[in-house]
């Protein structure tokens, strides 16, 4: 399933079965509920946001790929996050705070330029100290040359 999700190489699927543990959710609403945990649980997090996704509602599905995205970031796997924020943003292209993450993704995988776009769409659509930071800090980088 993961891999059908997120369009991983085989080896890549393996890796992220074996570090993310098989959880059901037959409810919506517990996976909903679980979803939301990424700051504090994200390994029961991101099975209980790909039920979400699977099972919800099509009107909250950027906000369950955000959330599972931020679980993505919480265990370090920046590339899926990117996958999940991107997705989302393709969707609702006004998420400010999937941009910001999105972006945030990006640092992180060394892609400073493409980051920086992002967070300057986040501060386009929201003026928010946060994605005002994470602009500074890609500006950093780029003046350092990393």
């Known amino acids: 399933m993961i891999k059908r999700i997120l369009g991983l190489s085989a080896i890549t699927t393996i890796l992220l079965a074996a570090a993310v543990p098989a959880v059901a959710f037959d ?27 699977e099972m919800g509602d099509q009107r909250f599905r950027p906000y369950a790929l955000h959330e599972r995205g931020m679980a993505y970031l919480a265990r370090q796997w920046w590339a899926p996050a990117f996958d999940d924020f991107d997705a989302a943003v393709k969707i609702d292209p006004t998420f400010a705070a999937a941009w910001n993450d999105r972006g945030w993704a990006l640092l992180k995988m060394g892609r400073t330029q493409e980051a920086l776009a992002d967070f300057d769409r986040a501060l386009a659509l929201k003026k928010d100290p946060k994605y005002q930071g994470n602009r500074d800090i890609a500006l950093k980088r780029i003046a350092a040359g990393s």
Request: net charge neutral.
């Open 27 to 53: 409810d919506l609403a517990e996976a909903k509920r679980f979803c939301k945990l990424w700051a504090t649980d994200a390994v029961q997090a991101i099975p209980a946001c790909t039920a979400y996704i």
